[in-house]
């Protein structure tokens, strides 16, 4: 399983869990496991046609996985899995 690590924006669909542990082998099939078990974050996380939602990051242990294979970005189970929304303002 991977750690998904909960912003507090996003806690409310998560019961207020920090961390959420999901099973996967990809990015992918993590966020899917993840809408699952929290069916309410699924907006966040995955656009209408299963892509990545524009308005959030997703971060494999440190790096942003638009600069690897964005969901067919492989993880194990030493892995962590950051959800960053984007945020805006002036």
Do not use: Q
Request: glycine share 10%; hydrophobic share 50%.
């Amino acid at each position: 399983m991977s750690t998904v690590r909960i912003p507090p924006t996003l806690r409310p669909a998560t019961n207020g869990a920090k961390t959420v542990d999901v099973a996967g082998a990809t990015v992918g099939e993590v966020l899917v496991a993840l809408v699952a078990a929290h069916p309410s974050i699924e907006a966040s996380v995955l656009g209408a046609d299963g892509s990545l939602n524009r308005f959030v990051n997703v971060f494999v242990n440190g790096t942003d996985v638009r600069h690897l294979e964005e969901l067919a970005t492989p993880v194990g189970p030493a892995d962590t899995v950051l959800l960053l929304p984007a945020m805006a303002g002036g």
